[in-house]
């Protein structure tokens, strides 16, 4: 379960550098157990680099992800990942899949593109400060 994310926090959080939303995402992925993407009746969405890479939005709290839930995104709603399936299983199956994690997107930026073992290794390392 989520922590309760006040207006004060959500409207800094989005006006934050790249990298200083990668290291909330992180932290708080982290603390909380839970990354979170958007799910509609297609399943799971995706999004694309320039490249035409397929990624895996992802962020750290379902408040984020509904802010990007319009557009061919509208009929999605959040829905969470547990951390340790995330690690286990998703993302072996992104690396499966030839595809990449767009961190943390917001409405008017499409996130960090990351592969996802980098990824995986900054939750690992975070996740070991805590447990």
């Excluded at 319009?70 to 595809?99: C, E, F, M, V, Y």
């Amino acid at each position: 379960m989520s922590w309760e994310l006040g207006d004060k926090e959500f409207a800094a959080v989005l006006s934050l550098t790249d990298r200083k939303r990668y290291d909330y995402f992180i932290k708080h992925v982290a603390d909380w157990g839970e990354v979170w993407s958007l799910y509609g009746n297609d399943g799971w969405v995706l999004a694309s680099d320039e490249a035409g890479r397929e990624l895996i939005p992802i962020w750290p709290h379902s408040r984020y992800a509904a802010a990007c839930a319009d557009g061919i995104w509208s009929a999605t709603q959040p829905k969470a990942i547990d951390i340790h399936d995330w690690q286990a299983i998703w993302i072996p199956g992104i690396l499966n899949d030839k595809r990449m994690v767009a961190v943390f997107p917001l409405p008017n930026n499409k996130g960090i593109p990351l592969p996802p073992g980098e990824l995986k290794h900054d939750l690992d390392e975070a996740l070991s400060e805590i447990e």
